[in-house]
């Protein structure tokens, strides 16, 4: 039976860049958390965000480059670049039919729709540019990563808001396990940090408005929680068939062993009251990997710091892993210290979760100072953790009911 393993990691995020640098933040629990400094958010309710920070695109596009690409296409070519250097892969070698790209965005290129409709409002349709639906579609990630690298083997993009990269990684195992491919590079992007973006969360009220203190705003399974912080970035892994990886002497991460599916089916923006959608992805993913709850040791949840999400996703872990195993599971929220990337979330925390296998540490829930009675498992709070981790599970969850799961497994 074909396998498949994650070999490279890429990432641009609120917490650097740097792959060394990022895990030695999560791990000490720092938060990327800052005041909004991309534009001016004084009118707005929600004044702060997970904003990268730390990047330069010269250093991965040429500036013809950049003026054709969407700032969401630009953090995944570069966390691309990053991921196949981190894998040492050399796709020259590879066989391009055998090699593909499943990128997703949870909304696209939002910069340049914003960007692009102030030039028709105020000069014309005629002076719009005529890379505008190139750089605002939300497959454009994946094809231009194609472009990049000259593959040639299944390409498309996911658009399932917050679970979009981690439905992309699901995906891609379960086109590497089919033998449709050997290397998938798979993930996610977003960069919705803008005036229309953050408009359109908080007339939701779905922002946190914790302004005066942005570090500790991300607050999951929190009492005072207060609602999610927007980010940005994008997170790109290259999975590859595990026989492949060895042959070719790889440093392989853990293995992508399960993928679970669902959709709540109830509403557009709240989960399920009884948190069944998520429960049922969890369940799903264990049985894809031929787990059993027991096996399970940390999950690296969803945890937006919302009062909706927080408390049915605790539920619903106790659901499909029961109550008494889930009290002795690890669990944590990583939004905590990256804010919420969105369509990217799930690539970031699948990536967090293969480092916190391969170095044996897990990373806290900061700001978790006052313990909701509803939100009542083992969050890891504050403070990294120590520990021999043989399973993960990710979970992913958006607007829509969209529900994955991955379960993750050491090697």
């Avoid at 995020?13 to 991309?38: E, V």
């Avoid at 299944?154 to 086109?175: E, L, M, Y």
């Avoid at 005066?212 to 399974?221: G, H, L, T």
Wanted: glycine share 10%; proline share 4%.
């Amino acid at each position: 039976m074909r396998r498949a393993v994650i070999t490279g990691i890429g990432l641009v995020s609120p917490l650097g860049s740097d792959l060394k640098q990022f895990w030695a933040r999560i791990t000490s629990g720092t938060s990327g958390i800052r005041r909004i400094q991309s534009f001016d958010a004084s009118r707005f309710a929600s004044q702060i965000a997970g904003e990268v920070i730390e990047f330069n695109p010269d250093d991965y596009l040429s500036k013809k480059e950049q003026n054709r690409t969407d700032l969401f296409a630009q953090y995944a070519i570069a966390a691309a670049k990053m991921a196949v250097k981190d894998s040492g892969l050399d796709l020259a070698a590879e066989a391009p039919e055998r090699v593909g790209v499943i990128v997703g965005s949870g909304i696209g290129g939002l910069h340049t729709l914003e960007i692009q409709h102030k030039i028709l409002m105020e000069k014309g349709p005629s002076r719009c540019s005529p890379f505008m639906i190139p750089q605002m579609i939300a497959n454009m990630a994946a094809g231009l990563i194609a472009i990049e690298f000259g593959c040639k083997g299944p390409n498309f993009a996911v658009v399932s808001a917050c679970a979009t990269s981690a439905h992309c990684i699901g995906d891609a195992q379960r086109v590497i396990e089919r033998g449709d491919a050997d290397v998938i590079i798979a993930g996610g992007s977003e960069a919705s940090v803008c005036e229309l973006g953050v408009a359109g969360f908080s007339a939701m009220k779905a922002l946190s408005t914790r302004n005066d203190e942005p570090q500790k705003a991300s607050r999951p399974f929190d009492l005072n929680r207060d609602g999610f912080v927007i980010a940005e970035g994008g997170a790109i892994l290259v999975l590859e068939e595990f026989e492949h990886a060895r042959r070719r002497g790889a440093r392989i991460l853990c293995e992508v062993a399960g993928y679970g599916m669902t959709c709540d089916a109830y509403h557009m923006t709240a989960p399920d009251e009884r948190g069944d959608g998520a429960a049922r992805a969890m369940k799903m993913a264990m049985q894809d990997a031929r787990l059993t709850p027991d096996d399970v040791d940390y999950i690296n949840a969803h945890g937006t710091s919302t009062p909706l999400n927080d408390k049915l996703e605790t539920l619903a872990i106790k659901t499909a892993l029961g109550e008494e195993r889930a009290r002795k599971v690890m669990v944590s929220s990583t939004k905590s210290m990256t804010g919420h990337l969105l369509g990217a979330a799930g690539g970031i925390e699948t990536a967090i979760c293969a480092l916190a296998i391969h170095h044996g540490i897990v990373p806290p829930t900061i700001n978790l100072e006052t313990p909701d009675p509803e939100c009542d498992l083992d969050y890891v709070p504050n403070t990294a953790r120590e520990a021999k981790l043989r399973v993960c599970l990710n979970n992913s969850l958006g607007f829509g009911g969209h529900n994955a799961c991955l379960a993750l497994k050491a090697l």
